[in-house]
């Protein structure tokens, strides 16, 4: 599947196909059918011929320094509401979602960086996040969290600590890292 994907879009970065293309495309076929909800999700609605036109960097980008869209802004705060807030949304029913943000999460909390890198659209003046919105999420969720843990005074932030641990098993607290490991597509 990774070749023909591959002969699909040559200006795709191998990591990128592996991780983000090539499992839906296992699931549900390739080439992609707009018509598709799923394909059109998944490719933010943009044909192939689109993606075909982009550059792609691999680069370090201060996440606090972006602004994201309003499409990716609305994501980030529909699956806080549903992972974090637990407020039933469409978010809510995701296979798994719950499951990829606290793995995620764990993971940031634990090492303060990416698993892996998300992937990014740059467009005029926003970020799209096209590819790791669990991910990116559990960045913003820990970040807010670290933040307020600093906020209060340690005994409080302790029995905070202790609560998350028991119920989403975070094992350590480091400072989240600003300045991510990301795939940033430009036209």
């Keep these: 599947m990774f070749d023909v994907i591959k002969k699909d879009l040559p200006n795709f970065p191998d990591e990128i196909i592996m991780d983000w293309l090539e499992p839906f495309a296992k699931v549900i076929g390739w080439p992609p059918d707009m018509i598709s909800t799923r394909w059109g999700l998944i490719l933010a609605g943009r044909p192939i011929e689109f993606w075909r036109t982009l550059k ?25 509401a549903a992972y974090v807030s637990g407020i039933e949304n469409p978010y809510s029913k995701i296979e798994n979602g719950q499951a990829r943000f606290l ?38 969720a820990h970040k ?44």
């Design 103 to 140: 793995n995620a999460f764990r993971y940031l909390t634990e090492h303060g960086l990416f698993p892996k890198p998300i992937v990014l659209l740059k467009t005029r003046s926003t970020h799209d996040v096209i590819d790791g919105n669990h991910r990116f999420l559990a960045w913003h």
């Design 56 to 80: 792609w960097e691999k680069k370090k980008i201060n996440l606090l320094e972006i602004e994201l869209s309003v499409d990716s802004s609305n994501i980030r705060n529909q699956l806080f």
């Design 144 to 187: 807010q969290f670290y933040d307020g843990m600093n906020k209060i005074p340690k005994q409080e932030a302790q029995e905070l600590k202790n609560k998350l641990r028991d119920r989403w098993g975070l094992q350590d607290l480091v400072q989240p890292v600003n300045e991510q490991e990301v795939w940033c597509a430009c036209l």
